[in-house]
């Protein structure tokens, strides 16, 4: 078996707007379907988190799974559109 990793790196632009295409995650034993995802204000510390995918039945059986993570999904011309807004205090 090859282990793959599809990684990206992302810039807001001026108005904390940012955008990413990629592929459907995977099912893995004992785990929702999720991404991994950081995000960093200039000169600030990393946040590192999971969003989620609405309806997703091991949803109710992933220790890890929290509601208020979960991404507002959309049907898009190339297949589904994904939306999470992230709120950094950096005061």
Known sequence: MVATAIRGHVFANAEGRYHFRTILPALYPGRTR???VKVQAPEHPVLTTQLYFPDEPANRGDAS?????????TEAPSGIAA?????????
């Open 65 to 73: 799974f929290r509601r208020d993570l979960v991404m507002r999904i």
């Open 83 to 91: 939306r999470f807004d992230f709120v950094l205090n950096i005061r």
């Open 34 to 36: 999720h991404y991994h």
